[in-house]
């Protein structure tokens, strides 16, 4: 017993310092997103046949030079579209991140107020993006492409949008897991060589945990879920400190956002995410403008440029399911995701998120003895 204590603790010693040199050796700025096909700003702004941004709109964001965006988006993933934008556009970006359910309260807080600082705010969450516009912490406002979405997209007269889904699934660490011997399926994880290596969020972390949850339990029955429990999984209050703790090969194999392997993978991290053969979860990420954005042209801008067909590709090469129906899977680290119409994406519909999302966490609390 003490020799394989020992060889074990010998792997992940090993393989976290693997990660560190790799982390080391890696360049300071990590490009997933390339340029665009063709960019014109002599009429506006054109980015691959589309005008994003007329003469006189473009004219005005750009002597404004920046916007403030508010966000619960995933940070280096957020960071990775900014870093696109302003490559396109010049136009800074001010980011301030919170978790979803922090961002909420900082919203409602300083609309309450009258002093809410965001030009634009991102978030997940159906419920908390009601919450804002309830409150009147967005404006209705329609993006040139409005006409051409549908009503799972534009929300509310433009007061707020969908923009893009990541998908969540479940990955492995590469250091320590041969791919032979990796999980293929969500079965697969309830083989007992598995037990205490692997990991979840809780239910309540978030939209993403809710909907990956309202997905197992739905494609994969209770009883799935009891499984899960009963091998001992590390527990996470968020899907970043889980996706460090799989990097640093503190846990084999555990859920995880298909964008966040994607970033941690190109940042030497050794990670790879697995298309189970029942399906994966997807969440939602909706965009509004603020009804007194202190920059309401570059706002305006960067409202259209998400909804561009150029946004759908920057999301979809972080690895996100862009809202427009017409966009292509992403292809993430050389896999094909499978498209919408195969079934194997479920997005978690904001009505049944609602319609079950306290018994859903009610449930999981009970079988996984958790104490939020």
């Given at each position: ?6 060889t074990v603790t010998t792997m992940v010693a090993t393989a976290v310092l693997a990660v560190t040199a790799g982390a080391c050796s890696a360049p300071t700025t990590v490009t997933l997103v390339g340029e665009a ?321 306290k018994d859903d966490q009610a449930i999981w609390n009970e079988i996984f003895g958790y104490i939020g």
């Amino acid at each position: 017993m003490k020799n394989i204590r020992k060889t074990v603790t010998t792997m992940v010693a090993t393989a976290v310092l693997a990660v560190t040199a790799g982390a080391c050796s890696a360049p300071t700025t990590v490009t997933l997103v390339g340029e665009a096909e063709s960019l014109s700003t002599t009429a506006g702004l054109v980015i691959d046949g589309e005008t994003v941004a007329d003469s006189d709109l473009f004219a005005k964001a750009k002597a404004e030079g920046s916007l403030s965006l508010y966000s619960g988006y995933v940070e280096n993933s957020e960071k990775e579209v900014i870093k696109a934008f302003t490559q396109d556009t010049g136009i800074k970006v001010n980011l301030v991140r919170l978790v979803p359910n922090r961002l909420l309260e900082r919203v409602l807080s300083e609309q309450g107020a009258n002093k809410l600082g965001a030009d634009v705010i991102r978030t997940s969450e159906y419920s908390s993006v009601s919450a804002m516009n309830e409150a009147g912490a967005f404006t209705p406002y329609k993006v040139p492409n409005f006409d051409q979405l549908d009503e799972t997209v534009a929300y509310e007269n433009g007061s707020f949008y969908r923009v893009f889904d990541p998908a969540f699934t479940f990955a492995y660490n590469t250091a320590l897991v041969s791919e032979a011997d990796a999980p293929k399926s969500w079965q697969d994880l309830l083989d007992p060589k598995w037990k205490g290596k692997i990991g979840t969020t809780q239910v309540g972390a978030g939209g993403s945990s809710a909907s990956l949850v309202r997905f197992q339990l739905d494609a994969l029955g209770e009883d799935y879920l009891r499984g899960y429990a009963a091998q001992q999984p590390r527990i996470f209050d968020s899907s970043g400190a889980q996706q460090e703790s799989l990097s640093r090969g503190e846990i084999l194999v555990a859920t995880a956002v298909v964008s966040s392997v994607n970033i941690a993978s190109s940042n030497n991290a050794p990670v790879k995410f697995v298309v189970p053969e029942e399906g994966f979860a997807l969440y939602d990420y909706f965009l509004g403008m603020t009804p007194e954005a202190q920059h309401p042209a570059a706002a305006q801008v960067f409202m259209n440029w998400n909804l561009s067909k150029r946004g759908a590709s920057v999301f979809s090469q972080i690895g996100e399911y862009p809202a427009d129906s017409n966009a292509p899977p992403p292809v993430v680290m050389d896999i094909q995701l499978p498209a919408i119409d195969t079934g194997l994406p479920r997005r978690g519909m904001p009505e049944d998120l609602a319609r079950y999302g306290k018994d859903d966490q009610a449930i999981w609390n009970e079988i996984f003895g958790y104490i939020g």
